[in-house]
Structures are given as structure tokens and as C-alpha cells.
């Protein structure tokens, strides 16, 4: 079965981050997800609009970065 929903282990491969640094930008908010029994889950679609707008930010000169802890 195809789907949209990622795993914490996905979304860090997907964004190349470890799979720490993710868990810490999800349970602060900075990437969209929600839990599922305890267990943190992305959406694709919500995770590639966050990226586009993390990259309109970025072309209009914002700050949005992230922290070195995060990579």
C-alpha cells in the first residue's frame, strides 16, 4: 500500500538529518507532524509545502535557519 505518512526514521532520511535532530525539530514544532500512539508521523505533502516555504523565507532574506544541533 502506497502512502503519504513517514515515519520519524523517514522524514530524517527524507530530510537528511539525523533521526535525534528530527524528534527534536518535530516535538518543538519547527516541522510539521502529529503522534499516532506516542509515535511521531509526517505527511509528505506537509513536509514538502514546509520546505517551500522555508525556501520563500530564505529568498526574502529571513533569518530561518537551522541550528547547527539540528543537522
Do not use: C, Q
Not at 505527511?43 to 517551500?52: C, P
Amino acid at each position: 500500500m502506497n502512502t503519504d505518512v513517514m515515519t520519524i526514521r523517514e522524514v530524517a532520511e527524507y530530510l537528511k538529518l539525523t533521526e535525534k535532530a528530527a524528534y527534536r525539530l518535530a516535538a518543538d514544532g519547527t516541522i510539521p507532524g502529529f503522534k499516532v500512539g506516542g509515535a511521531w508521523r509526517f505527511r509528505k505533502g506537509d513536509i514538502d509545502d514546509w520546505i517551500e516555504a522555508r525556501k520563500l523565507r530564505s529568498r526574502k532574506g529571513g533569518a530561518d535557519h537551522l541550528d547547527e544541533d539540528h543537522r
